[in-house]
């Protein structure tokens, strides 16, 4: 936990925060700081700054809270994710919230097996679990949106042709495509396919939104990989 991700619930006065749960426990175990220390705070969806440790008991700690510095900045990045296999998908939740990610469509493909959609971790408090891991690592504040979407034609038929306009529209696909593009802060809407990757039809139904197919090597990296691979590929983070 490189950031003590506070909410609103936490203040008792504009400027005091006590915290008695899983954070607590943490920062209690391995931060183990005494008062006067500070750590590393920041308001969800607002700003970052520091908390000066006031007490500390068994039971919770009390910060004195500055936040003076904005949220880091966010990649202009719109992400469309074939729905990962669950035991994938914590880690990738996580690095894609630690990397600034902002906008995510969790999307149907041929290759995701129907059982993944009926996975405990797709329930909003799961999928926000994993995004509030992501952010402590990263030091970011600003929780990112997902967006679950079952039906892969619909989906790229009737919304995606509005979430691509004006950006760099890309889709990871390791045939018949060109080397990834050089790193920009261009803005841009990625699609990843699922483990083996998009079909020849997703592929061209993609193509004919505006997409453009690119590789990034020989190599085929599983998509927990393959996310920050793109990510690190792409923009100069």
Known sequence: MNLILLYTSDFTDDNTVVINDRRFH??????????????????LDGNRGTGEVLS?????????????????????????????????????????????????????????????????????????????????????TVMPEVHLRKRFKPFVEDEL?????NTRALVAHPYHATPCPVASAEPTTLAIGPEGGF??????????????????????LRVENAVPVLLARLFPL
């Open 26 to 43: 943490h920062i209690r175990s391995v931060h183990q700081p005494e008062p006067g220390e500070t750590l590393k705070v920041g308001l």
């Open 199 to 220: 079909i020849a039809y997703e592929v061209e139904k993609l193509k004919e939104c505006g997409f453009n197919a690119i590789h990034i090597g020989e190599r085929i």
């Open 161 to 165: 042709p509005a979430i691509s306009q």
């Open 56 to 140: 500390l008991c068994d039971k919770e700690i009390v910060f004195n809270v500055t936040l003076d510095r904005p949220a880091p900045e966010a990649l202009p990045l719109k992400l469309i994710l074939a729905l990962p296999r669950p035991k994938m998908m914590k880690r990738t939740l996580q690095t894609i919230a630690a990397m600034g990610v902002k906008e995510i469509y969790l999307i149907n493909s041929y290759r995701v097996d129907k059982s993944y959609w009926s996975s405990p971790l797709l329930q909003p408090e799961k999928i926000r679990e994993q995004l509030v891991l992501g952010l402590e690592q990263s030091g970011d």
